[in-house]
């Protein structure tokens, strides 16, 4: 299985960018999938999660209300879309599924490569 995340960039505080993470392979039954970020000299955070059908979510305090994680299971993509986005959301942003979850809830599994964001003051 594996995870390829893009749509990351450079842009300015109060714009938005969309990521997609495309996955393939052979994934079997229902899974969860999230997104976690990594910003200069700090530990990997989580970002937002989704259960297997899209009906639930959650979401870190510092993004809730700007950042929606939604997916197509037909694509086999998730997708993360960021709004109003601030310096401090300047990280490379990872997907992830947890094979062994369906609820909105990402705990290990697969992980994508990462893209960058960077979000210019």
């Known amino acids: 299985v594996q995870l390829q995340a893009s749509g990351g960039g450079l842009v300015q505080a109060g714009g938005s960018l969309r990521l997609s993470c495309a996955v393939s392979?052979?994934?079997?039954?229902?899974?969860?999938m999230g997104w976690f970020r990594r910003a200069p000299g700090k530990d990997r955070e989580f970002v937002a999660a989704?259960?297997?059908?899209?009906?639930?979510?959650r979401y870190a305090d510092s993004v809730e209300g700007r950042f929606t994680i939604s997916r197509d299971n037909a694509r086999a993509t998730l997708y993360l879309q960021m709004i109003d986005l601030k310096p401090e959301d300047t990280a490379v942003y990872y997907c992830?599924?947890?094979?062994?979850?369906?609820?909105?809830?990402?705990?290990?599994?697969?992980w994508g490569q990462g893209t960058q964001v960077t979000v210019s003051s």
């Open positions: 992830a599924l947890d094979p062994n979850k369906v609820v909105a809830d990402v705990e290990g599994g697969w």
């Open positions: 989704i259960n297997w059908n899209g009906a639930d979510t």
């Open positions: 392979g052979r994934v079997g039954g229902r899974y969860a």
